[in-house]
């Protein structure tokens, strides 16, 4: 019978045994490359981006933390984009457990060039060729292992490639040039204009990802009136962005003292989140603060209407969306039918993104077959059924998606008697009608 590290050396373990004979083997494997202490991280099961501890060997009870791998680190970004091992020198900043180790030896753990997890070992001495080799070979074995699974993880990078293939037309035609991303990156505002569910927010996420993908971004769509209280909040949402991305919704609606806030933040010199600025385009803002209008003014892009975008253009954005809301409804198996990619094309009761993801989740809602054809499409206005962004601050808006998508599946399930949908949903039949009328359901 094979050792746990003979099994994930030689053998072709089941990927879901990964968490169980990684801690098996880890310590023969130090032992192997003259390590000293060590650990391996994979990427979390239940918290999306987060790398978890999977083994270690060689600390005390209470383990050891790494602060210079922490996300927005030198070191960690360095982690995220290499794709061999590397030597970190115990001295300056890379703080060690063990007092005789020269440095650690690190090396990433890829799928599909997202960065899943990593080895690190800490070395009495700086690794030869061999010891290198032989860490970047067992993680590419674990890479490979990795890759050949995790059907929920590859399907979150399958849907982060449609967001970002969404994102990147987007940015085409806003008209957007690679200088303004840059001016992004250095100054740290960026200002979208653009009409109702035209895609301001998806751009707006496209853009934080290019740069500051190892961080979160955070959408806002009120504002707290008093200032200390707003310069409070400011700090929170920080923390919760993990220094990363604020993005501001309904600018046109900010009072001069929220204005003035955020222009004095946008100022200031120490670490701070970027800022991503939304506005309704043709609106007219409440109030003006000259500085924070000029700021705005400094990194701007505007969206066209989804009647000016052309028909190769819309094609390109209905595709992504369709594997997006597929995925999300765990209908992997769908596929959309040329006629009714043509109807969706060309269709004139789709006024903007919102009404055109509207229709698709509806298809995918009610289909009973493995393609959704026109018959599936609703010709009408489409009903609102997305689910809110995990990203979105704005309580009410995330209420009303849930309940709309409940609403309209219990529709479904029950052919739309109304006395069976409120026992179903926990409500009386009053409070159903009214959510009907109310939603635009019924």
């Known amino acids: 019978m094979l050792s746990a590290t003979e099994e994930l050396t030689w053998g072709d373990p089941d990927p879901k045994d990964l968490r169980l004979l990684l801690p098996l083997a ?5 032992r192997l490359m003259d390590g000293l202490a060590g650990l391996v991280t994979l990427l979390s099961e239940s918290e999306q981006g987060t790398l978890e501890e999977a083994a270690s060997w060689g600390y005390g009870e209470e383990g050891f933390f790494y602060p210079f791998l922490a996300k927005g680190s030198s070191i960690r970004n360095k982690l995220e984009l290499s794709n061999s091992p590397f030597f970190i020198s115990g001295s300056g900043d890379a703080e060690l457990y063990r007092e005789d180790a020269m440095g650690c030896l690190l090396s990433p753990i890829r799928v599909q060039d997202k960065l899943f997890g990593f080895f690190l070992l800490e070395m009495r001495s700086v690794p030869d060729e061999r010891q290198t080799l032989l860490l970047g070979l067992f993680c590419q074995k674990i890479s490979r292992l990795l890759g050949s699974s995790s059907p929920s993880k590859m399907d979150n990078f399958k849907s982060a490639q449609a967001e970002d293939s969404l994102g990147s037309l987007l940015f085409q035609l806003s008209k957007g040039e690679n200088s303004q991303l840059e001016k992004f990156q250095k100054n740290g505002t960026i200002f979208i204009q653009g009409p109702s569910a035209s895609g301001k927010k998806t751009l707006a996420k496209w853009i934080h990802r290019q740069y500051f993908s190892d961080r979160s971004a955070l959408s806002v769509s009120v504002l707290p009136e008093q200032i200390l209280k707003l310069e409070k909040t400011l ?8 220094f990363g991305s604020i993005i501001f919704e309904n600018v046109e609606e900010y009072s001069l003292n929220q204005q003035r806030i955020l222009y004095e933040y946008s100022q200031r010199k120490t670490a ?8 309704k385009q043709g609106s007219k803002p409440k109030e003006e603060f000259i500085y924070f209008r000029s700021l705005l003014g400094e990194n701007r892009l505007e969206l066209p209407a989804w009647k000016e975008w052309g028909r190769a253009e819309k094609k390109s954005a209905i595709l992504p969306i369709f594997r997006e809301v597929c995925e999300l409804h765990g209908r992997l198996d769908l596929n959309l039918s040329q006629g009714a990619l043509d109807s969706l094309v060309g269709g004139n009761s789709y006024q903007n993104l919102e009404d055109l993801r509207n229709a698709i989740e509806e298809a995918v809602l009610n289909s009973g077959s493995g393609e959704i054809g026109n018959s599936e499409l609703n ?9 809110p962004d995990p990203e979105d601050l704005d309580l009410r808006k995330a209420v009303e998606a849930v309940e709309r998508q409940k609403i309209l599946l219990a529709d479904k399930l029950f052919g739309g008697n109304q006395i069976r949908m409120a026992k179903a949903l926990g409500i009386s039949r009053g409070s159903l009608q009214y959510k009907l009328r109310n939603l635009g359901l019924g």
């Open 26 to 30: 880890f310590p023969e494997w130090l």
């Open 379 to 387: 010709t009408e206005k489409a009903r609102g059924v997305s689910l």
């Open 235 to 242: 700090a929170e949402w920080e923390k919760m962005a993990q």
């Open 272 to 279: 701070k989140c970027r800022l991503i600025f939304l506005e």
